[in-house]
């Protein structure tokens, strides 16, 4: 049973460790990580690739990616059978619970775009901005839920900043930055996932630090990590590490991250296009569709 710390024990706690051999433990994401950068930015330094230890750790980071691709490939039958474990042990409760959280994110999702999606297409072009918006954002939301990849939506995300008059050179630049750096469905729903097991394993879920933590965590794991092979199941073993939750807890979160991960990935691809239309007011001026053309297509 993991037990609730104060903001400064777990800042201090994700942030070091007492032993170099505990750098390598699932336990210390966030240090592991942070060797890796300087460790990276001291390789780049010295010759990057072409060194001697940028080839050892090229070919290294091969083999990993094909270890990781071979163990994947029967990971789903190993997550169903300890699921399946989980739910003899833990009974209906946890099947209530993942409803209930489920009932909570959706809505919470449909919520954010009722809201504020509108609001920044006012701010970024007016009642012309929204009205554009309105028309033009369905197409890429649809493709975003049913694919679940921000990448598989970004030629339908081109199509609708054409249709809405973003410059192309904006859209070529903030759409595919988007797909790794707009995550705010999956902030959303790393939020949800960390009370989710404050919840499951009775700890206090109060405090204003826990809170300042929690997203915190929450930004960290969706934002930093989106761009790495696995991020999502990475993002999830950091918000286990960090908040001291038992092993118990990963496969718990990694099956609630596969229910949240459609709406996630709606909000995240189709914020994209309104993210365009915001850097196209910042740059061009508030006047700007009145000076773009419209893509006929």
Not at 224 to 233: E, F, M, Q, R
Not at 238 to 246: D, E, K, N, W
């Amino acid at each position: 049973m993991g037990e609730a710390q104060t903001a400064t024990q777990m800042i201090v706690g994700s942030l070091t460790v007492s032993d170099f051999p505990e750098l390598w433990s699932k336990s210390h994401m966030l240090p592991l990580i942070i060797f890796a950068i300087i460790t990276g930015f001291c390789v780049a330094s010295c010759g990057g690739e072409n060194s001697p230890v940028g080839k050892l750790l090229s070919n290294l980071n091969d083999i990993i990616m094909k270890f990781v691709g071979v163990i994947m490939t029967i990971a789903p039958l190993g997550l169903g059978a300890y699921f399946a474990n989980l739910i003899g042990e833990f009974g209906p409760q946890l099947l209530s619970d993942y409803g209930r959280s489920m009932v909570v994110y959706y809505p919470l999702c449909l919520l954010y775009v009722v809201i504020f999606f509108p609001l920044y297409a006012l701010f970024a072009g007016g009642k012309t901005g929204l009205r554009r918006m309105l028309k033009h954002i369905l197409t890429p939301a649809v493709t975003a839920f049913a694919t679940q990849s921000s990448a598989a939506t970004l030629p339908v995300n081109k199509e609708a900043c054409d249709r809405i008059g973003v410059p192309k050179d904006v859209s070529d630049l903030v759409l595919p930055m988007g797909c790794t750096m707009h995550m705010d469905g999956s902030v959303l729903s790393s939020i949800v996932k960390i009370a989710f097991l404050f919840g499951i394993f009775d700890m206090p879920f109060t405090g204003v630090g826990t809170y300042a933590m929690a997203i915190a965590v929450a930004i960290l794991s969706a934002f930093v990590l989106s761009g790495a092979p696995g991020g999502g199941l990475v993002g999830e073993m950091l918000i286990v590490s960090m908040f001291g939750f038992p092993a118990e807890a990963f496969p718990l979160i990694a099956t609630l991250g596969f229910l949240f991960d459609p709406a996630a990935t709606c909000l995240n691809a189709a914020g994209d296009t309104i993210a365009s239309m915001i850097v196209t007011r910042l740059v061009e001026g508030k006047h700007w569709l009145e000076n773009t053309p419209v893509s006929s297509r």
